[in-house]
């Protein structure tokens, strides 16, 4: 399987979003402007998660997007799934009619790959991510080139 730009730009946008949703709505500008992604793409991909109740809008100024459930209730196979992305391998998506209309011969090995795959991503939450030392120090980094710095972390955090 090849996760699509789609899912992996709507775990990348979910991620700085858990990362700075406590300081309040986070724009789609700053999203865009930190983690390289088309303003237009990011809109897509918010209108999914929306639906999805993963996130949600907040109006007026200082608006933006916040998560719309705590982040160790969101799985990467969550975002995944809301943005249509598919994590299933099987060449037939799991009809079982992909050699002539019956099961091939590796069926068995794709569905047994999908599911693991899922268990997988479903394993992972946002908050589980967030704390990560890599992740944190990425993190750090881009939002100093975009001036986010000062609120990305509580200030006892920021010195690890």
């Known amino acids: 399987m090849k996760l699509s730009?789609?899912?992996?730009?709507?775990?990348?946008a979910m991620m700085d979003l858990a990362i700075h949703d406590r300081d309040g709505p986070v724009t789609l500008a700053d999203i865009s402007?930190?983690?390289?992604?088309?303003?237009?793409?990011?809109?897509?991909?918010?209108?999914?998660?929306?639906?999805?109740?993963?996130?949600?809008?907040?109006?007026?100024?200082g608006g933006g997007y916040r998560l719309g459930k705590p982040s160790h209730q969101i799985s990467v196979a969550d975002i995944i799934i809301a943005v249509d992305e598919?994590?299933?391998?099987?060449?037939?998506?799991?009809?079982?009619?992909?050699?002539?209309?019956?099961?091939?011969?590796?069926?068995?090995?794709?569905?047994?790959?999908?599911?693991?795959?899922?268990?997988?991503?479903?394993?992972?939450?946002?908050?589980?991510?967030?704390?990560r030392p890599e992740v944190r120090k990425i993190a750090r980094r881009q939002d100093t080139t975009a001036s986010r710095?000062?609120?990305?972390f509580p200030p006892h955090a920021r010195a690890s």
């Open 5 to 12: 730009t789609k899912g992996r730009y709507a775990v990348t």
């Open 33 to 61: 402007h930190c983690q390289g992604i088309s303003l237009s793409y990011l809109e897509q991909l918010f209108a999914k998660l929306r639906h999805a109740e993963l996130v949600e809008g907040v109006r007026g100024p």
């Open 86 to 131: 598919s994590i299933d391998n099987t060449k037939c998506r799991g009809r079982g009619d992909c050699h002539d209309g019956n099961q091939c011969l590796t069926h068995k090995l794709w569905t047994d790959l999908s599911d693991r795959l899922f268990e997988f991503l479903n394993g992972i939450t946002l908050s589980e991510f967030i704390t």
């Open 149 to 152: 710095i000062a609120n990305m």
